[in-house]
């Protein structure tokens, strides 16, 4: 069974950096694609950022985009979000998540496998 286990979160100040990483725990990662996902108190679940299979590409959303940058390391089975000059408004659950997705990058749907989160809090 896959499982992905998050870590790096904290309690930060505006305009801080933190580095989320994603474990998982599988033969290999190679063919997934990765995507980091966040939920924030009173509000839907949103898209982050992803980057499929081969790396080639990488898709944010909006408000992150210039401040946060994911990338992935295969021989580990690790994925990455760096995220500099954060706001308030980044404070939620970021969630990793993984499947074979060839498409649609944004959608949460397409992801069959999903971490319990971890929390980034933003102070202002």
């Known amino acids: 069974q896959v499982q992905l286990v998050e870590s790096g979160g904290g309690l930060v100040q505006a305009g801080d950096s933190l580095r989320l990483s994603c474990v998982v725990s599988?033969?290999?990662?190679?063919?997934?694609?990765m995507g980091w996902f966040r939920h924030a108190p009173g509000k839907e679940r949103k898209f982050v950022a992803a980057?499929?299979?081969?790396?080639?590409?990488?898709y944010y959303a909006a408000p992150v985009k210039g401040r946060f940058t994911i990338s992935r390391d295969n021989a580990k089975n690790e994925v990455y979000l760096q995220m500099t000059s954060l706001k308030p408004e980044d404070t939620a659950v970021y969630y990793c998540?993984?499947?074979?997705?060839?498409?649609?990058?944004?959608?949460?749907?397409?992801?069959?496998?999903w971490g319990q989160g971890t929390q980034v809090t933003v102070s202002s």
């Open positions: 998540a993984a499947g074979e997705v060839f498409s649609e990058f944004t959608e949460a749907e397409r992801y069959t496998y």
């Open positions: 599988t033969r290999t990662i190679y063919w997934y694609a």
């Open positions: 980057i499929p299979w081969s790396g080639s590409n990488t």
